[in-house]
């Protein structure tokens, strides 16, 4: 693609939709670039750890694969705010709900913040802002700069939450920031549950790396206990902006209440010694099973953050594994 990026990919099912020509949709954006910046569709019919299975939408609708559509975006990127934003319209997550895509966002608004959006979609690639809203604001934070965005959300998996759905976000920008864990029952309508503080060295054995709560993939986790789950997260350093970043993924542990740590995270990829595209950063994860193989795509950085590409991994959960060490 051009410009920055791939960054923040969502691997969606599209089998809750009806008539979508393609078993997997993969929506992601650019990286914070102002030119073009935009939400991106890759689509898939098969494995999606398998590269030789997707094509970009450009590619689809020259093929004519959504010609039952009348109208339809021209190309990738296949939506971008022009409403509330100035620019990176940026970092989706999707899930569909009844029959409706719903598709959060952030970007740069008028109003110089970074507030996160919603907008939703019939058939999965025409979208538009929530109907009857000139504001689609859905998380909103009045300190830590108002940034609430990289949001991740999911139906509720954690049998301590009261809500239907959950999610995390970002929760004020900069070196010193802060993630959130929010709440909702339809989806639009989000309340604000907690605020995480990040702490070094407190589950990583690596003192220097923080828990990255707003890339946890609450659409894959795995219950290993009367009160504790097993998911994947990232871990990286304090670091925003052009600061150089190290940035891993971990399984970590939570209790029912989704917001507890209860073990040490544990690095999910060996020590990576040779020059490959993810030996900066291995970010983003997003995941799904097919029968009993865990299918993760996930986003490397290398040259110095200059280029981002989508990698993919595969895995199968074992639950007589003994867990990391009690916090």
Partial sequence: MPGSGPYYPCLVPMNGLKDFPFDYALYFSTD?????????????????????????????????????????????????DRIQGKHHTETPHVNIIDGLVYMTYHHSSRLGLQPTLLATS????????????????ILKARGNGGHTGYFRWAPNPFHRVEYKYIGYSLHGGGDNYHSAMWGSNDAKK??????FTPREGFAMKDKNLIMIW???????????GDDEYILIS??????????????????????GDGKTLTRESREIFPENTLELPDDEEAAEPTMIRIDKTW????????????????MTATGTFNPSAKPSKKL
């Avoid at 670039?33 to 299975?53: A, D, K």
């Avoid at 025409?126 to 809203?133: A, Q």
């Avoid at 707003?214 to 290993?224: D, Y």
């Fill in 122 to 137: 019939p058939d999965g690639i025409n979208f538009e802002r929530i109907k009857g809203r000139n504001d689609s604001v």
């Fill in 295 to 310: 299918h993760l795509i996930y986003v490397g950085t290398t040259n110095k953050a200059k280029r981002n590409t989508i």
């Fill in 234 to 255: 990232a871990g990286g350093n304090r670091a925003s902006g052009g600061k150089a970043r190290i940035v891993k993924l971990f399984e970590i542990f939570l209790a």
């Fill in 190 to 195: 989000w309340d604000k549950l907690h605020i």
């Fill in 214 to 224: 707003h890339e946890i993939n609450p659409n894959a986790v795995e219950k290993i």
């Fill in 32 to 80: 914070h670039h102002r030119g073009r910046g935009g939400i991106w569709l890759y689509l898939c019919n098969g494995i999606p750890s398998e590269g030789e299975n997707w094509k970009s939408y450009n590619q689809a609708r020259v093929d004519g694969d959504f010609d039952y559509l009348v109208d339809k975006p021209k190309n990738n990127p296949i939506f971008v």
